[in-house]
């Protein structure tokens, strides 16, 4: 839309001064643009909750727990009556739901219209995955503790990082056919937490070999009893789930 302001040979309404016509279609033009604008508005209120939603995980996070996190961050957000879904209600008047999404990515999903089913616990590893306060039994197979400590340059990461030592060492002895299990102590290194493995011996089920990333193999009974013990890494993330950035 373009607003001719050549003042010349302008038809002007009887009663009106030509600078007030001017001026009606200058404001005529701003409403149009207003009005253009507010889907855009709209759009980008309901892009910045996305945003928000997506840029933190909490896999145990609850109804309530997730409508008072969203109010904290100025939105107009509570539970719905049937306690199924966070009702949001937009500045532009539209309203759209969430639910917590346990361990898939982001806080919640996101709905235009009210979910049909109701939101509840989402189970996202077996009741049994994590055994608390276990205690294995050590192998004394000599050629099964060479053959182990031979599959690995020690340390496999430097001290302190025993997270990623740990994860190598389950990859390379589950690569040889081994079963592996984590051992985890969250009051380990001044309370940092340490994690390292156990790998069982093939010849004698039931017996176990611990291997520290940094140290290498451990008869250290201590090795052999941890508060936490679990066949899969991801597991650790469910013993103590906490906020953190996506």
């Not at 009663?15 to 005529?28: D, H, S, T």
């Not at 013990?229 to 906020?243: G, R, T, V």
Request: glycine share 8%; hydrophobic share 40%.
């Amino acid at each position: 839309m373009i607003l001719n302001i050549n003042t010349e040979n302008k038809k002007v309404p009887p009663g009106y001064a030509l600078f007030e016509v001017e001026l009606r279609g200058i404001i005529f033009l701003i409403l149009m643009l207003l009005i253009l604008c507010l889907p855009a508005c709209h759009a980008s209120e309901e892009n910045d909750l996305w945003l928000l939603i997506s840029s933190y995980e909490d896999i145990g996070i609850t109804i309530k727990d997730l409508a008072f996190f969203l109010a904290t961050h100025g939105y107009n957000a509570e539970p719905s009556s049937d306690q199924s879904c966070v009702i949001v209600k937009l500045k532009a008047g539209k309203e759209v739901y969430l639910t917590p999404n346990g361990a898939s990515t982001r806080l919640a999903d996101f709905w235009m219209t009210p979910p049909t089913g109701k939101a509840g616990p989402v189970q996202v590893i077996p009741g049994d995955a994590i055994r608390i306060g276990a205690t294995y039994a050590i192998t004394d197979n000599s050629e099964f503790i060479k053959t182990i400590s031979r599959y690995v340059m020690f340390p496999v990461t430097p001290l302190g990082m025993c997270y990623d030592g740990s994860k190598k060492l389950d990859s390379t002895y589950k690569g040889f056919g081994y079963n592996v299990i984590f051992l985890y102590d969250p009051s380990g290194f001044v309370s940092q937490g340490h994690i390292w493995v156990a790998v069982e011996d093939k010849d004698h089920p039931g017996a176990w070999l611990a291997v520290d990333s940094y140290y290498g193999v451990v008869k250290d009974p201590k090795y052999y009893s941890a508060p936490y013990s679990f066949s899969e890494f991801q597991y650790l993330d469910a013993i103590n789930p906490k906020w953190r950035l996506a």
